[in-house]
């Protein structure tokens, strides 16, 4: 069975710039969780999708957005990237959220973000 | 406001012995607590998992134990092996939610 399948693996932009992640979960799931990891740091929450409705949002500026399809894959958004932006963006899935199935991540290998 | 502390930074142990990466967390909403294994260039990999209900769980070498009143929990990798060299993070979700709050890791060195 496929895992939780991200793309791109890595990618080069400069500041000012737009990049879109995309994720596709396990068959099944049906919440999509974003994530962002920082160099020699723990992920940090960025979304929640469930059933294309945003369920939780992180600590980040408006500068991120995301959204979720009707077949529960996910794109990711940021605008005018910031050198701060480089980073590891994690996208899991989960079979569904609201209950103890929700805190059971499976976690993509991620796409490399580098801003110069 | 870092809500789970995560020690040692980075750990070296030798093959065979005990490895014990320790956490601690803050908000007593919390009621799932996973450990995550992380190698370069991959995603995290769920590795084990308690809930508050429970002091101890263990699965093969893995052991967490849960100290609710402390609010701690800790991972005991016993015969460590080479092969368990790796990051690992602690975390912590409020109930149902699918938010989880990471660690800061814990770079595990096993030598031969």
């Known amino acids: 069975d496929a895992g939780v399948t991200q793309s791109p693996t890595h990618l080069i932009k400069t500041r000012g710039q737009q990049v879109t992640l995309r994720c596709s979960p396990i068959?099944?799931?049906?919440?999509v969780s974003w994530y962002q990891q920082v160099l020699g740091q723990g992920p940090q929450f960025i979304f929640q999708?469930?059933?294309?409705?945003?369920?939780g949002r992180g600590n980040f500026p408006d500068r991120f957005s995301a959204r979720q399809f009707p077949n529960y894959s996910s794109e990711l958004n940021v605008n005018a990237l910031l050198l701060g932006d480089s980073a590891l963006y994690l996208c899991?899935?989960?079979?569904?959220?609201?209950?103890?199935?929700?805190?059971?991540?499976?976690f993509g290998a991620g796409s490399r973000l580098t801003v110069l | 406001q870092q809500q789970v502390k995560q020690s040692p930074q980075s750990l070296i142990v030798q093959k065979g012995g005990i490895s014990i990466i320790n956490c601690a967390y803050e908000?007593?909403?919390?009621?799932?607590f996973p450990w995550y294994q992380q190698f370069p260039g991959k995603g995290p990999a769920l590795l084990i998992a308690?809930?508050?209900?429970?002091s101890e769980k263990k699965e093969g070498r893995f052991t967490i134990s849960f100290n609710k009143s402390a609010k701690q929990f800790s991972l005991h990798i016993m015969d460590s092996q080479p092969g368990d060299s790796a990051t690992y993070f602690c975390?912590?979700?409020?109930?149902?939610?699918?938010?989880?709050?990471f660690g800061q890791g814990t770079t595990l060195q096993v030598k031969p």
């Open positions: 899991a899935s989960s079979l569904r959220t609201g209950d103890s199935g929700a805190n059971v991540l499976t």
């Open positions: 068959s099944g799931h049906k919440s």
């Open positions: 999708y469930y059933e294309k409705e945003e369920r």
């Open positions: 908000n007593t909403a919390f009621d799932y």
């Open positions: 308690i809930r508050p209900d429970v």
């Open positions: 975390a912590a979700s409020p109930s149902n939610t699918g938010k989880l709050i």
